[in-house]
């Protein structure tokens, strides 16, 4: 690594709305205190956490370029440009894990093209709290990202995972939209076998955390209302 580079910190962000401090590391307080450009998904929501993180901050002094759906490749090209000329940055997702589940893979990738120095910090995944408190198999696993919306290929996506984790002994996770996760619950209940087992993790970090892993059948007989809360699912055919 080029030492007259500047470093990329990966920093993680809350899951809710609960204290930072609770569920993040001091190291992260640390790096926020020294860093005053970062690339964000939002800049009100990156700025109010970078205030609860340290208050004392000034906002005046931050500089936070934009990365989201309408970042344009030439803009990408150009947002290490700050770690060119020796200042450390921050990557600052907006829920859980940077690069996870997250656009800024696309700037991990470039930081490695220029030989800068990556940093990730340590934080909440949702991905990983789902799956170790699942029961379900940790050594081999898939994320699948969003389910299709279309009723038809959204059944045949959900078979298609169950009958993978079957075959392959690799539990199966993937997320949808909050408003439509009751739906996906009563298409999982009449789409999959009935001893498949189907964790569902929500909330998660948050004192209305709700995590439980039950078969097909189980969930069948139980009403849970998870509507617009943040969930993700996971699946094990045994």
């Known amino acids: 690594m080029n030492a007259s580079l500047g470093k990329l910190y990966l920093i993680p962000t809350r899951l809710g709305d609960n204290p930072p401090l609770e569920v993040l590391p001091i190291s992260v307080k640390k790096i926020i205190e020294l860093v005053d450009d970062y690339i964000v998904e939002n800049e009100k929501s990156a700025r109010r956490f970078i205030k609860k993180i340290h208050s004392r901050k000034s906002q005046a002094s931050l500089n936070l370029q934009l990365l989201n759906k309408y970042t344009q490749d030439h803009e990408i090209a150009h947002f290490l440009d700050i770690c060119k000329d020796g200042k450390p940055m921050g990557l600052l997702s907006d829920a859980g894990c940077p690069g996870i589940a997250d656009p800024g893979a696309d700037i991990v990738k470039l930081a490695h093209e220029n030989n800068i120095k ?121």
């Open 118 to 238: 990556v940093i990730p910090l340590v934080g909440p995944s949702s991905i990983v709290l789902a799956l170790m408190s699942s029961g379900m198999n940790g050594q081999s696993f898939t994320f699948n990202g969003y389910i299709p919306i279309e009723k038809t290929e959204r059944k045949a996506s959900l078979k298609r995972m169950e009958r993978l984790s079957y075959e392959l002994n690799q539990t199966q996770l993937f997320i949808e939209t909050p408003y439509r996760n009751n739906k996906v619950i009563d298409e999982i209940c009449s789409t999959l076998h009935p001893q498949t087992r189907v964790c569902i993790a929500c909330d998660i970090t948050l004192p209305s955390e709700f995590i439980k892993t039950m078969t097909v059948n189980e969930w069948q007989k139980v009403k849970v209302d998870l509507h617009k809360r943040p969930a993700i699912f996971l699946i094990h055919k045994d």
